[in-house]
């Protein structure tokens, strides 16, 4: 990941990687909420590297995504 931390967005290969990385390990699950008709959504991603996910949630947050 090559993003400038100080940068208001991130670099297109840093999009990229996310998004190839998403694709391969990533998942969406949506699940009702009992006695409601409520859904809550969530977005994972795995993988073992730390170094890895902080460089993907630092991506994320340059897009307003926390």
């Not at 991130?10 to 008709?37: C, H, L, Q, T």
């Amino acid at each position: 990941m090559s993003s400038d931390p100080q940068s208001a967005e991130p670099a297109n290969e840093d999009m990229s990687y996310v998004s190839g990385f998403f694709d391969g390990e990533g998942a969406i699950r949506v699940m009702a909420v009992r006695g409601s008709s409520l859904l809550t959504i969530s977005v994972v991603i795995c993988q073992k590297s730390e170094e890895v996910l902080r460089g993907i949630q630092g991506t994320l947050h340059q897009l307003g995504i926390h």
